[in-house]
């Protein structure tokens, strides 16, 4: 079945600094990928839309400027958390519908993100 | 704005039994409803996935069933195990847009040996 990567599966940084998480859909293309971020004992919450050569879309509240993506190739998108702060610390996942497949989305591991 | 509710928050069953889960959408016009399994501190794993113009899935012991006009999806789980044990997420797509959900709270499932 379609797999989803994502790297790192868990990273501590400290405040301030800037942290990278890739999202690779390993056996097929994704023009279209979504982040997700989910605290402790709730739901994921859509942070935004990456499209392949084009700018991501971010949804209401989700500041573009501090969580940049980019969805350099058909099977690759970054989120970059700049200037992160122990509240961004959280659960980060990424999906990539399989258009073959009635737009069934394929999650990827997630990453666990802890900002001290 | 698509909200999405699941009822129980949480269940705890003795191993054999047979449950549902329930999932509530509030706008019908659907792209499709999707059921998940979280683990602890783990990703998503895909259960099964109903299209608008489907009425249910079956994979295994799972049973996923959808009516659109109601606004409601159910999950059977047949003859509960252990290993069943896990959160379980419905999510809907709304509109054309595949892939863009939004997600229940969950439920919690315990299956006791």
């Known amino acids: 079945g379609a797999v989803v990567s994502q790297h790192p599966s868990w990273v501590i940084c400290k405040s301030g600094t800037s942290v990278k998480i890739e999202c690779r859909s390993l056996d097929f293309q994704a023009t279209t990928m979504f982040w997700y971020r989910q605290f402790p004992k709730q739901s994921l919450m859509l942070m935004a839309t990456?499209?392949?050569?084009?700018?991501?879309?971010?949804e209401q509240g989700v500041e573009k400027d501090k969580f940049l993506i980019n969805h350099a190739s058909l099977t690759l998108s970054t989120l970059t958390v700049t200037s992160a702060h122990p509240e961004d610390s959280s659960f980060y996942i990424c999906?990539?519908?399989?258009?073959?497949?009635?737009?069934?989305?394929?999650f990827g591991p997630g990453t666990r993100l802890t900002v001290t | 704005k698509q909200e999405v509710t699941q009822i129980p928050a949480a269940l705890s069953v003795p191993e054999g039994e047979n449950l549902v889960l329930n999932c509530s959408f509030t706008?019908?016009?659907?792209?499709?409803l999707q059921w998940f399994r979280q683990d602890p501190g783990k990703g998503l794993t895909s259960l099964l996935l109903i299209q608008s113009s489907q009425r249910e899935q079956t994979s295994g012991r799972l049973n996923a069933s959808l009516d659109k006009s109601s606004g409601r999806s159910t999950l059977y789980i047949a003859a509960s195990q252990p290993g069943d044990s896990a959160t379980y997420l419905c999510a809907v797509s709304t509109g054309t847009n595949a892939g863009k959900s939004t997600f229940g709270d969950g439920t919690t499932l315990t299956v006791k040996p």
């Open positions: 706008d019908s016009a659907i792209y499709n």
């Open positions: 999906s990539a519908p399989l258009r073959g497949r009635g737009g069934e989305q394929y």
């Open positions: 990456s499209n392949e050569g084009s700018k991501a879309t971010y």
